[in-house]
């Protein structure tokens, strides 16, 4: 089992949907857990950390679920600057904590259309 | 946005040529990072350093080696650069590490030819 799987997508949606991504992880002692933004030809950049207790952003939802080991991201009312790829993210490694690695998701990619 | 410059930005190389791509940060984060995206791979994590000359392989480090001589600078090399190292290469850095976040930079285009 790989270590992050997402949804493979490519999403087309129209505007103002709401689109669900998830993504489950494989390694039961990771810490910290993040969605990124990855639009075409730039850098990754963080949309928002996922608690435990789940959190909101505006339109945007995380939720994490331990036991199961699946973390979710919900996008409502999307607008065509919603398209990009998303990514997972997810602690992990031999020592855990700091000196663990970030692992990414290959991405589930989002077209927002009018 | 957080201080990282990568340089170059874009880079064509020849197989067999030695490459070192530069990170700088102003932040004074500890830890900073090296990763590769390829399609259908994802960002895959190359090298890291957690602090100066305190670095650790990641999950595709063959052919890579890297040096972290101040806070501030990470270095990637490929000794002998191959045509399955053309990539877009991303710098990130962290302030404490896997449990926040990674601010990535900009990004350098390698094409190994």
């Known amino acids: 089992r790989k270590e992050v799987e997402q949804d493979p997508g490519p999403f087309n949606v129209p505007e103002g949907a709401t689109v669900a991504f998830n993504c489950t992880y494989s390694n039961s002692a990771s810490q910290s857990f993040f969605w990124y933004r990855q639009d075409c030809r730039k850098e990754p950049k963080l949309l928002m950390s996922?608690?435990?207790s789940g959190n909101e952003d505006g339109r945007f939802t995380a939720q994490l679920n331990r036991a199961s080991q699946y973390i979710s991201l919900l996008i409502r009312d999307s607008k065509l600057s919603d398209s990009a790829t998303y990514l997972c993210v997810v602690n992990c490694g031999r020592y855990g904590g700091s000196q663990g690695n970030l692992i990414f998701g290959k991405g589930t990619k989002l077209s927002v259309k009018p | 946005d957080a201080g990282i410059t990568q340089s170059p930005r874009h880079k064509v190389t020849e197989t067999g040529t030695p490459v070192t791509l530069r990170c700088h940060q102003t932040e004074n984060h500890r830890y900073m990072y090296w990763y590769r995206q390829d399609p259908g791979h994802g960002l895959r994590l190359i090298h890291y350093s957690y602090g100066v000359k305190d670095t650790d392989k990641g999950e595709v480090s063959d052919g890579y080696s890297v040096s972290r001589s101040k806070t501030e600078d990470f270095l990637l090399t490929l000794e002998s650069a191959t045509s399955s190292q053309t990539s877009v290469y991303f710098c990130a850095i962290s302030e404490q590490g896997s449990v926040t976040e990674a601010f990535f930079g900009q990004g350098t285009r390698l094409t190994v030819v």
């Open positions: 996922v608690y435990s």
